[in-house]
């Protein structure tokens, strides 16, 4: 059995769209029990799951800081959760495709999104990252993979490139002359 990201959410806890309303302390027994997260689907799981790293993420209830990076954190969350369930499926269907690919997507989104936010403000980066569990890796720079055919190509345009040179070297050396024979003319006219 493969342990979940869900399975510290307690299965007492009511489902997301019922916590708050008053009427669920007069409800009897087995309606709380059905409406809450025992009976509820990996769906409504995600939800509060995702609910939760969000109020992680959230330094205070009250928090006044710029909306752009409390949305980036929260954005941050929601994937993290996204990518967590995606993880777990996979451990289980090695073969899909398909949800391989959009977890490697969610993982390049919430990697360009904590870059920016590493960018623009460190203190929250590191916040996020700490509250979220994430492990955060710059992207890597892109190289090129050397070829036979590349290395030749590359030796003749350098060597196209040093005759150029030598070429344009004759034709500066002609004119520096000529400039200098006009200055010494234009001396001894002066003199």
């Given at each position: 059995?493969?342990?979940?990201?869900?399975?510290?959410?307690?299965?007492?806890?009511?489902?997301?769209d019922?916590?708050?309303?008053?009427?669920?302390?007069?409800?009897?027994?087995?309606?709380?029990?059905?409406?809450?997260?025992?009976?509820?689907?990996?769906?409504?799981?995600?939800?509060?799951?995702?609910?939760?790293?969000?109020?992680?993420?959230?330094?205070?209830?009250?928090?006044?800081?710029?909306?752009?990076?409390?949305?980036?954190?929260?954005?941050?969350?929601?994937?993290?959760?996204?990518?967590?369930?995606?993880?777990?499926?996979?451990?289980?269907?090695?073969?899909?495709?398909?949800?391989?690919?959009?977890?490697?997507?969610?993982?390049?989104?919430?990697?360009?999104?904590?870059?920016?936010?590493?960018?623009?403000?460190?203190?929250?980066?590191?916040?996020?990252?700490?509250e979220?569990?994430?492990?955060y890796?710059?992207?890597?720079?892109?190289?090129?993979?050397?070829?036979?055919?590349?290395?030749?190509?590359?030796?003749?345009?350098?060597?196209?490139?040093?005759?150029?040179?030598?070429?344009?070297?004759?034709?500066?050396?002609?004119?520096?002359r000529?400039?200098?024979?006009?200055?010494?003319?234009?001396?001894?006219?002066?003199?």
């Amino acid at each position: 059995d493969i342990p979940s990201h869900l399975d510290d959410l307690p299965p007492t806890m009511l489902k997301k769209d019922y916590a708050n309303l008053p009427i669920m302390n007069s409800v009897d027994d087995v309606v709380k029990r059905l409406l809450s997260l025992e009976m509820a689907s990996q769906r409504e799981k995600l939800k509060v799951k995702t609910q939760q790293l969000v109020e992680k993420v959230r330094r205070s209830p009250h928090d006044n800081g710029s909306f752009e990076l409390l949305s980036l954190s929260f954005a941050v969350a929601i994937l993290t959760a996204k990518i967590r369930t995606l993880e777990e499926h996979l451990q289980r269907h090695p073969k899909d495709k398909s949800n391989r690919r959009l977890m490697l997507m969610g993982l390049d989104r919430r990697r360009k999104m904590l870059g920016y936010l590493r960018r623009v403000n460190y203190s929250t980066f590191e916040n996020t990252c700490k509250e979220l569990g994430i492990q955060y890796s710059p992207p890597q720079p892109y190289t090129r993979r050397i070829t036979k055919r590349w290395m030749v190509k590359k030796a003749l345009c350098i060597k196209v490139f040093q005759e150029k040179q030598k070429l344009q070297a004759a034709e500066r050396l002609k004119k520096r002359r000529e400039w200098q024979a006009r200055a010494r003319a234009a001396r001894e006219q002066q003199e």
